[in-house]
Nanobody, 118 residues
Framework: VQLVESGGGLVQPGGSLRLSCAAS????????MNWFRQAPGKGRERVAV????????NYADSVKGRFTISRDNNKSTVYLQMNNLKPEDTAEYYC????????????WGQGTQVTVSS
């Protein structure tokens, strides 16, 4: 089982990044997919979630209107489009797979760093 995040990096305030999380080794289409982030010295925060069918999404208030989560079940990949980035968005971003079926395991990715700085 793997969740591999990519797309992080250094960007100036107001810029954009697109994160990807490629899944393998489990039934991706039966999992709700989440993006979490953790800034230095802070707890892990859920940024966005998309349900297993891709029909509903939810966002943290801090990113509403700037971030968009999407998924492609044919590619077993979830995305996070991040626009109008702010310095406070600086964090390690993690992909998390939450099972829609009871008793299935959950999975975390290794993370990708996003740094917003001029």
């Amino acid at each position: 089982v793997q969740l591999v995040e990519s797309g992080g990096g250094l960007v100036q305030p107001g810029g954009s990044l697109r994160l990807s999380c490629a899944a393998s080794g489990f039934a991706f289409s039966t999992y709700h997919m989440n993006w979490f982030r953790q800034a230095p010295g802070k707890g892990r925060e859920r940024v966005a979630v998309i349900n297993y069918l891709g029909r509903s999404t939810n966002y943290a208030d801090s990113v509403k209107g700037r971030f968009t989560i999407s998924r492609d079940n044919n590619k077993s990949t979830v995305y996070l489009q991040m626009n109008n980035l702010k310095p406070e968005d600086t964090a390690e971003y993690y992909c998390y797979a939450a099972p829609a079926r009871a008793n299935d395991p959950d999975y975390w990715g290794q993370g990708t760093q996003v740094t917003v700085s001029s």
